[in-house]
């Protein structure tokens, strides 16, 4: 069994700062890439952020300059610090992980989500 916990939104006022974890637990054997996706209100989810085993990122265009994806391989989780909020970053935040639990057994987990609103 295989499980991702999420943590760390909240309400914030725009220009300020949130920083996003998802731990993943459970029967592991390896983890390769790790992404965060939002969907906000009305919007289909999109991709955040993601990054690989190596360390190489990605970021959506409205995002890039703000946002940092990062991970900790001991810990198995990946962070997302968000700076300069604004108002249309409010979403619920996903993490995405694929996650080897043995051969031939590689499945993709979602985190249950987590409300990160930004007032204006």
């Known amino acids: 069994q295989v499980q991702l916990v999420e943590s760390g939104g909240g309400l914030v006022q725009a220009g300020g700062s949130l920083r996003l974890s998802c731990a993943a637990s459970g029967s592991i054997f390896s983890v390769n890439a790790m992404a965060w996706y939002r969907q906000g209100p009305g919007k289909q989810r999109e991709l955040v952020a993601a990054i690989t085993s190596g360390g190489s990122t990605n970021y959506a265009d409205p995002v890039k300059g703000r946002f940092t994806i990062s991970r900790d391989n001991a810990k198995n989780t990946v962070y997302l610090q968000m700076n300069s909020l604004k108002p249309e970053d409010t979403a619920v935040y996903y993490c995405?992980?694929?996650?080897?639990?043995?051969?031939?057994?590689?499945?993709?987990?979602w985190g249950q989500g987590t409300q990160v609103t930004v007032s204006s």
């Open positions: 995405n992980i694929p996650i080897t639990r043995g051969l031939f057994d590689t499945r993709l987990y």
